[in-house]
């Protein structure tokens, strides 16, 4: 096998490469070379947002096995927050309180890859965001008017939904192919048996944004081919999506080596207008565990394959909708292909099939191959508003900048280190901005203050408005963003708190109200939080004291009735590992066993108030 | 009660002072009132880093409820890592290998306040970083040559040691006091014997650098009062610890109004050195749930306490040794107080007592109080090279220099909003640097992009190096930073890499050792991460296969052999809930139970190369 270029000699040759082409750009140099071409501002003035200015884009960037998101503002890349999403995280309560703890189900972590936001006609909505779980089978939706997670479920019958999540261009469906082929089900079978009983599957996910639920419509179930970074279509390819493929050696061990032996993998087109209506009115699909799943080779016209150099990682449809973009990985190229020209190569007649899929010919639908020479490891493609394509190269360490309509390369800039992926302003809508590129990059090595041998991830800011780009700064990051969507500000409309309803169940809103009932066992406290107080029982001797037995299961139905923007209020109870939070508005219960017996200082965790400190109670729990 | 300083009133009359003093500072004309005076640049050159040079310190932030350790870069204010301290962290599987589930016990969070480098002769020796738990009655250890959490030990019969963490000069012990009174060890008994059963508790912890252990040396039992923010004496002090109280009332409810009654409470002064002297050799100490405990009443000279204006947030020992600074919350002042003149006082004979503790005279250990006009909820003191004292004010939300030999103000600048803490650079030291203070906000307000109800923090960056403090830059951060060290980047040597050591237990070196063992229902893999694959099994067919039965005790003992530096390996596997990490060099060992039957990717979770992607195998649970 050809491993040349992974070897350590390709990297160096790789990096010395790019230091020749782009000798200019040294640290050294960075000061007067940087200048941006767009506005006469110095790298550090671009980044600088005074106090009471504030950022022009939100970036949501993956927080990969940290299982959260990340949210930045852009161009600062000041880390506005961690929004909890798969992981519970006891700075919110998430996992804590009963709702979120219910949500997670017991779960402790998740992989998540790559955000999509909700999208109308094609460009970010800023309603939702969706997150994929590679390591537990689950997708999520956050409501960007809160920045909450508002629902996870679990897609049985997959194996690490990597290669997600997009949605189509109306949102009318939150996409997710797997990664890794397993049984249907996750059962047990010899890997022996891998090409007969090991599946490829997609979940074709529905989110209702009133509900803020999801529903698995249909799922697609495909050879056991491993899945990569895929896309939806737009305008004229609308009903359209294309994945990557790696693996189609049905390889079942030493990936490494053994999936990668085929100069060719395909990129898979799925028609998921022509399935979803198979799976509405027609008698193909079968109910797998519980999920309606459909083998498209069962349904004309709703599947094909493309050749495509060896083990992609990316495939990006170019914001027209008239091309996708196969990042090689393993093949120094990128490859344009038409949407029109397959098209009219599915209508020929004889087809070559793979798995039974019909293969569409490489030479009939590829636009154009792209090589810039010493442009090693392409792994993902952006655009902007003037035709022009941006890939990421993790071995040579650079942003390729070329024009997908003339295959023209126009600039090159070099990244700290090997970036992963790139996110572009808006840049998967079918209208990016064309103003910056973020590159995510997997290394960091000695970029800032050492850590000790676990180090940060990096990502570059660059701008992108000039012809030339411009490597503006560099910032790190905790582990480990794969994918980010930038966004315009303006288009999040956010919630500052959560509105006084006196309807909403367990709420308590007035002092004298505040109440414990007991009922067998269970002991519910209505409770209120204010500053600087907590008053869980308004006719008590002392409001703030709450005495249970052992063995109790306890109930604290806490209603922030602070109703001030940024005052939200702790809920930790000392020596028994609970913490919850109420926002302002905001009513949230926590429930527990309480399994040991003594004296348990209850106190806002949240810093409130000037006597934040005074705000405390006691949990008494008899023996 | 005087309440008017905490209404609505107060709070917006403190804003309309700060905003008429320093009319020139407001945001509308911020970028030309703000040139350093000590360096001509303009804020936004002064916090940029370009790429290829590094930041000029370390900030240790404690994490609050996240439990965690936030490091940043000072001056460009980049958050470098979130280092796991009480919290589980799937970003960098701790809470998941064995050895720091362990460590963790089972705890799902932590509330981490105070952070403490270790000192040597009154200076941080960059050594070590302590953390306190107020929330599950902790201490923690992270070793500053690899960032990582070295041990965690219980605080029995403590509740809540937010009081800490500090550390003598040098570092012979952690002291950690706790907020909450409780009965010893928990236990259960009613409020209403507060004053007889309820204890306040202050732990003197040991830590063995060489070990990287903690022992409890000692505790003191003292009046069940709540005591707030402490510090260690330096130099002419060394031998003392000073400690802010609250609630000398002995109130058990509603606090906020109950625990402020009196004009006056407590500084308390104890000599840890007898104290010291007393648990090794005297008879006094008493074995309390496995700690020796002293009532410093028994030990003649060891305990006083000096009166202060009521309800003091915090207590810091300049850093000549000579005085100590109490920081007024209740009351708009800050009272100095000399070490010398309490010394003087503790020789006179008559003496005042409270609850058995000799009182000292206020007026004969005073040396001067303080009151800038409208200057409204004093918190912190912190502290520079030219005699200068810095107070945050949380009500009138500035920042306030002084010098505390000669009682005058200064300066004043506006914080955005409401600071809790301050850090100077080196600020806890006997030679701060006067060139950075940081003020940690409690309440961002508007200042960021909105994520919500659920606002981030914000910090303030502050040039300390002119006479005039300028206000440079605000960064929002996740809950919640309380207090912080800065530390000049220069005295932490770091590792970059686990060096091999092939005697280290369960490492495996070479590839054809990696080997699959089984003893009844444990099965013990010894494997190999490296670029870019899993090898579990040398001699088998599949070397990434691991087959085991239902119900098996599974450890995998994994050894990352590839020696460079941040080249990490995650190992995640899909369905089952699990993921670890491997460092360069580190042998790392997952143990679970295979209680779930079925077939099981197992994958790199955290980008390690080109071919990151294919490093994966199968874990097979047999029915």
């Known amino acids: 096998m050809k491993k040349f270029l992974f070897s350590l000699i390709g990297i160096l040759a790789g990096f010395l490469v790019a230091a020749l082409l782009f000798a200019d750009l040294t640290p050294g140099k960075k000061a007067t070379n940087e200048e941006s071409s767009s506005a006469n501002k110095s790298n550090a003035e671009k980044v600088y947002v005074p106090f009471g200015e504030k950022d022009e884009y939100y970036m949501m960037a993956s927080g990969g096995h940290s299982g959260q998101l990340f949210v930045y503002g852009l161009p600062s890349m000041r880390k506005i927050r961690t929004v909890p999403v798969f992981t519970p995280d006891p700075a919110t309560g998430y996992g804590f309180d009963k709702g979120t703890k219910n949500m997670l189900g017991g779960k402790t972590w998740g992989d998540f890859h790559h955000p999509s936001i909700s999208e109308t006609k094609g460009d970010y909505d800023g309603k939702f965001l969706f997150a994929n779980d590679v390591g537990n089978n689950r997708v999520a939706a956050v409501d960007l008017k809160t920045f909450h997670t508002a629902d996870i479920i679990d897609l049985p019958n997959m194996g690490g939904p990597h290669a997600g999540v997009f949605v189509t261009q109306n949102t009318e469906y939150v996409a997710l192919p797997t990664r890794f082929a397993r049984p249907l089900g996750g059962a047990y079978a010899s890997l022996d048996k891998y090409k007969e009983e090991y599946k490829g599957v997609v979940s074709m996910a529905k989110f209702d944004q009133k509900k803020k639920k999801f529903s698995i419509d249909y799922q697609i179930v495909l050879p056991p081919w491993s899945y990569d970074l895929s896309d939806a279509g737009k305008k004229m390819s609308g009903d359209w999506i294309v994945m990557t493929t790696y693996n189609t050696e049905f390889a079942t061990s030493n990936m490494e080596i053994n999936a990668s032996q085929k100069d060719r993998d395909y990129i898979v087109m799925v028609n998921w207008k022509k399935l979803a209506e198979e799976a ?21 016209g709703s599947i094909y394959a493309v050749p495509v150099s060896k083990s992609p990682h990316g495939v990006d449809v170019t914001p027209d909708g008239e091309y996708f973009v196969a990042a090689g990985k393993l093949a120094p190229i990128m490859t344009v292909f038409s949407f029109e020209k397959a098209f009219d190569e599915m209508k020929k007649e004889t087809k070559k099939e793979e798995f039974g899929i019909p293969v569409l010919k490489y030479e009939n639908v590829m636009e154009r191959e792209v090589d810039p020479p010493g442009a090693l490891g392409p792994l993902h493609t952006q655009y902007d508003d003037k035709g022009n394509a941006y890939n990421t190269m993790f071995i040579s360490s650079e942003i390729v900048k070329w024009n997908y309509k003339t295959g023209k390369v126009i600039d090159r800039t070099p990244t700290y280190y090997s970036p992963g992926h790139a996110s572009a302003a808006e840049g998967d809508t079918v209208k990016p901005d064309g103003k910056w590129i973020v590159a995510l990059n997997k290394l960091a090595k000695d970029n800032f203050l050492s850590v000790g041998p676990s180090h940060p991830e990096s990502m570059d800011l660059i701008d992108i408005s000039g012809k030339k780009m411009k490597h503006v700064m560099t910032a790190p990051v905790d582990p480990e963003p794969h994918y980010a969507q930038i966004i315009k500000a303006d288009k999040i409309k956010t919630q500052k708190i959560y509105e006084k ?26 409770g209120i939080a204010m500053r600087s107080k907590f008053i869980f029982d308004a006719k008590a001797k002392r409001k703030d004291e709450v005495t249970v037995n052992k063995g109790d299961k306890v109930f604290f139905h806490m209603t922030n009735i602070d109703l001030d923007q940024d005052i939200t209020h702790g809920f930790a109870i000392n ?5 919850f939070e109420v926002q302002p508005g905001q009513t949230n219960t926590l429930e527990f066993v309480a399994d040991k017996e003594g004296t348990f200082p209850i106190y806002c965790s949240n810093f409130c108030s000037a006597l934040h400190q005074e705000m405390s109670g006691y949990l008494l729990v008899k023996p």
């Open 280 to 300: 509405k009115s027609g008698t193909k699909a079968k109910v797998v565990n519980g999920i309606k799943m459909i083998d498209p080779r069962d349904v004309k």
């Open 501 to 526: 309803d006196e309807k909403r169940p367990f709420s308590t809103w007035n002092q004298k109200d505040a109440r414990i009932v007991r009922k067998g066992n269970e002991v519910h406290v209505y």
């Open 575 to 579: 020596d028994y590992d609970l913490n």
